[in-house]
């Protein structure tokens, strides 16, 4: 008892105050343009991230960047991607965008914002557990810090992908499936069918002595359109290369057991009979090409690096609790590549396929160059003022408080692997239904005016799990981010509630930072010449594409 009282009463000597205007926890994508454009707007801003890195998954591993319609990308989002496309020096080629890049240059360009704009930034600080925000009333006056650090600020954004900010100032905030029923979604709860990534041939669930395979769920599926508190699978977006001179081998896991992957080589063996041919690793992971021969490799297939089943406890678990998910996840996908490239029982071409790929020397270089990023899909979403749901994506386009457009797929990975009827193996959850290019509102970033007045919520934003499966991509949590910022100067200089701003204001300073409202099936070209033109007083020059 002493010494824990000895180690509190050190931590209270050394904790400070800090004052801010905007304070914004998260350095994910949405985390850095939230407080890029709210330094730029002239607010005093600090930037918090409780682990190494900045970039979230745009630096994390998600390379291949989810882009949907280019043309709705615009803002901060797009000049992110003209930065990275300069340093690859795409305008030579006519073209000043890269939209598939290295991680180590997508963080580069990030923190190169971030110091331009004056954002101060913490790295290695998390909010603390359980009793880390202090607020009266609807107003959030400071959060402490685990080492005891205070931040108080007259505007705070959660940009984390956990939202735990948003979850300790008591604002509502759901997870999981809403039922079909409860929205009118056509699309909501458990599928009522799972065509992709599903399996393709029959793969009991069961070893001879009638014990369950790893992997498999023994819960009931539960019925079609049902509510339920499943999350969709999270994976690791590896980025590999398959040049020998900057090539690692595929690490093998410190909790390394061959047994969790005997309905892979199940899968794998009974393919190859179907197909008359031993599979190829792109059809075990997606390989997307990104530039200087690396790929950024993904999920693909019925099972694959997607660990379908163990995210359930992540949105709502303690720090420890999403520690051990997180170490579990690693572990896993470690374990399914070195699988690959070290069982017996692969076949040998796809043996040697694997091999002749193997992670990066010159990325991730701190963590033995495996991502800093778990791909955390989807976790707690706010219950705000607005709830995006289906008819949003599909019908309903416009909003009077637009604020940036959304145009990709309605896109979930499986949520379950279950036992089926038969008895054997089956994915449920995955969906990818297109959507027409819409508007996203400034409404589904600010909480209930009754909850909070001074709290914006660009990441784990309103909306349905249907909904949010589309808008969770990293160039609209940078759109959304642009705005929050801009959302925070406006409530401080008019000290006015969050929910009460100017959208007009909002939009009008949105759109002269080029924004785009409105889906038109050309290059950007309106909103390129914009964003160059604001970019030229801090020394970069216009490209030629005009």
């Not at 905007?22 to 709210?38: D, H, K, N, R």
């Not at 890195?53 to 291949?64: C, D, I, P």
């Not at 609209?476 to 100067?489: D, F, K, R, S, T």
Request: net charge neutral; aromatic share 10%; with cysteine.
């Amino acid at each position: 008892m002493k010494t824990l009282f000895l180690l509190l009463l050190s931590i209270a000597a050394h904790a400070a105050t800090h004052s801010y205007d905007l304070v914004v926890y998260g350095g994910t994508a949405g985390g850095v343009m939230t407080a890029v454009s709210g330094a730029r707007g002239g607010l005093k801003t600090v930037l918090i991230e409780p682990r190494s890195h900045v970039g979230g998954m745009a630096t994390g591993g998600l390379s291949r960047t989810d882009v949907g319609k280019r043309e709705v990308i615009g803002g901060l989002s797009l000049e992110f991607y003209m930065r990275v496309g300069r340093r690859y020096d795409m305008p030579r080629y006519l073209n000043p965008v890269a939209w598939f890049y290295e991680p180590r240059v997508g963080e580069s360009v990030m923190l190169e914002m971030l110091r331009e704009a004056g954002v101060d930034v913490i790295f290695r600080q998390r909010l603390r557990e359980k009793t880390g925000v202090r607020k009266t009333g609807t107003t959030i006056e400071a959060i402490t810090l685990e080492n005891g650090d205070v931040y108080t600020g007259k505007v705070f954004a959660d940009t984390t992908y956990e939202g735990d900010l948003m979850a300790q100032a008591k604002v509502s905030y759901t997870y999981g499936r809403e039922a079909s029923a409860q929205y009118g979604e056509s699309l909501g709860g458990v599928r009522d069918r799972t065509p992709k990534h599903q399996f393709l041939i029959d793969i009991p669930t069961s070893d001879a002595d009638g014990t369950l395979l790893p992997e498999i769920s023994s819960a009931p599926r539960g019925e079609d359109g049902a509510a339920d508190k499943r999350v969709q699978a999270y994976n690791f977006r590896i980025i590999a290369t398959n040049n020998p001179a900057n090539r690692v081998p595929w690490p093998k896991p410190r909790n390394y057991d061959p047994k969790r992957y005997e309905i892979l080589i199940r899968h794998i063996k009974g393919m190859e009979q179907k197909l008359g041919r031993a599979q190829v690793f792109h059809e075990l992971t997606l390989i997307a090409k990104i530039p200087n021969q690396k790929a950024d490799f993904n999920n693909q297939g019925a099972f694959s690096t997607d660990y379908i089943g163990k995210s359930y406890g992540y949105p709502d678990g303690t720090y420890k609790e999403r520690e051990a998910i997180w170490q579990d996840h690693v572990d896993y996908v470690q374990g399914f590549y070195y699988f690959l490239a070290n069982d017996p029982r692969i076949p040998a071409t796809l043996q040697m396929e694997v091999r002749d790929w193997g992670l990066c020397k010159d990325e991730y270089e701190d963590s033995a160059y495996w991502p800093h990023q778990l791909y955390v899909r989807e976790a707690r979403r706010m219950v705000g003022e607005y709830v995006v749901i289906q008819k949003d994506l599909q019908t309903d386009l416009k909003k009077p408080d637009v604020i940036g457009m959304g145009s990709y797929n309605s896109d979930s990975h499986n949520v379950q692997r279950f036992i089926n009827s038969r008895g054997l193996a089956e994915n449920e959850g995955d969906m990818q239904v297109g959507v027409t290019p819409y508007q996203m509102p400034y409404r589904m970033i600010t909480p209930k005016r009754t909850e909070a007045t001074n709290l914006l919520v660009p990441v784990c934003f309103s909306a349905s799990h249907v909904a949010y499966s589309s808008e969770r991509m990293e160039p609209q949590y940078m759109i959304i981010g642009h705005a929050a910022g801009i959302a925070a100067q406006l409530a401080i200089s008019g000290r006015r509630p969050v929910q009460q701003i100017s959208v007009a204001d909002l939009q009008r300073v949105l759109k002269e930072q080029g924004a785009i409202f409105d889906y038109i099936p050309t290059p950007q070209q309106g909103a390129i010449g914009i964003i160059q033109k604001l970019l030229q007083p801090i020394g970069i020059p216009r490209s030629n594409y005009e």
